[in-house]
């Protein structure tokens, strides 16, 4: 996939989460939002041209040291915009 497609997938995942919050169901809108957030994470190693695995962006741990590696210790993204607390 495209950076600009999975960004669109994002996209659609944020909006599903919005529509099940709004339903009240939270359970469901954590877990799209986190989709959302994933494939936009994806999306941004893919626009860098980081030399990630596939297989390794595919999986959460795998992408998570993967955007800190080649996003945040690089300095062009901050720490603190996905901490979780």
Do not use: W
């Not at 950076?3 to 919050?21: F, G």
């Not at 994806?42 to 596939?54: E, G, K, Q, Y």
Request: glycine share 4%; aromatic share 4%.
């Amino acid at each position: 996939m495209t950076p600009q497609e999975l960004m669109a997938k994002a996209h659609r995942a944020l909006a599903s989460a919005k529509l099940l919050l709004d339903s009240g169901n939270v359970d469901g809108a954590c877990n799209r939002a986190y989709y959302a957030m994933f494939d936009a994470a994806r999306a941004a190693l893919l626009s860098i041209h980081a030399p990630v695995p596939t297989e390794v962006a595919r999986t959460h741990s795998g992408l998570i040291a993967a955007f800190s590696l080649h996003l945040v210790k690089p300095g062009l993204s901050r720490r603190s915009t996905h901490q979780v607390a």
